[in-house]
């Protein structure tokens, strides 16, 4: 029997640091139609759904999503954890990839990468961010259906609805919890003060000489090597990775 992959990316327009980041343009197409069109390519993935939120500015994502051919879901906007159990508890997933998107580079051949390893490894979570080697932006989390129900039906804390994963990852065995299996998928080099994510203004004026001299075809190892060659880590090195969960762990 074939294996039920859903990759679900959130998206809104209502970001603290950057509102409206997901619909910023570059040559001619928003960083949300980048995103997607780049995940399209992934070859592990049954479906891709959009899930977006109830507030009325957000109904553009749902609807732009529709036009390029995906699914999309609107749920809530604080409880992320909610929005994204009822995009999935009716499609018969045995597998969820998580992304955002704000990660417009992200890598189609990774996330199949991450995908296989996690599905071979059968882990009830894996993910290249339970130590953080790849850059920001290239961030890809797998996880069984079941988990993601428990996770929905006991997570209490405000950073494990907002955030999706956290309970999950907290009750893993990589915590010593034996609730939850987890494991990391491994890069070697340790790239992770490089930002390919879009959170600040300095984050997509680098994102946008990334796609102006390389296009949207390329590898993260691609636009890594561009940036370190070029010595545009510069431009926004200064941005804490993961702010936003932190300042939600610091709400707990």
């Known amino acids: ?59 553009v994502i749902y609807n732009n999503a529709l036009k390029f051919g995906f699914k999309a879901f609107r749920g809530s906007e ?3 954890l909610d929005r994204f159990y009822k995009a999935l508890k009716d499609e018969n997933a045995d597998w969820i990839v998580r992304v955002t998107s704000d990660c417009p580079l992200i890598d189609p051949s990774l996330v199949d990468k991450v995908i296989t390893f996690v599905q071979e490894n059968n882990m009830d979570y894996g993910s290249n961010v339970l ?8 961030d890809i ?18 950073s494990e609805r907002e955030h999706v994963t956290p309970y999950i990852i907290n009750n893993s065995n990589g915590k010593g919890v034996n609730m939850f299996t987890s494991i990391n998928y491994p890069n070697v080099i340790d790239f992770s003060t ?9 984050d997509f004026k680098l994102i946008k000489i990334l796609i102006e001299k390389l296009g949207i075809e390329k590898s993260w190892m691609d636009y890594t090597n561009y940036i370190i060659d070029n010595d545009l880590g510069k431009i926004n090195d200064n941005i ?9 762990l610091k709400k707990d």
């Open 131 to 138: 130590i953080e080697h790849f850059p920001d932006g290239q």
């Open 78 to 80: 604080s409880d992320v």
């Open 141 to 158: 989390e797998v996880f069984k259906f079941p988990a993601l129900k428990k996770a929905w039906e006991n997570a209490k804390l405000s």
């Open 240 to 248: 804490i990775r993961n702010e936003g969960l932190l300042k939600s």
């Open 194 to 202: 490089i930002r390919m994510t879009v959170d600040q203004i300095e």
């Open 1 to 59: 029997m074939e294996i039920n992959t859903i990759l679900v990316t959130q998206a809104r327009l209502g970001s603290t640091r950057l509102p409206g980041k997901v619909l910023k343009e570059v040559d001619g197409k928003t960083l949300l139609q980048i995103h997607l069109e780049r995940l399209k390519k992934c070859q592990n993935i049954s479906e891709i759904i959009v899930a977006t939120t109830v507030k009325e500015e957000d109904e």
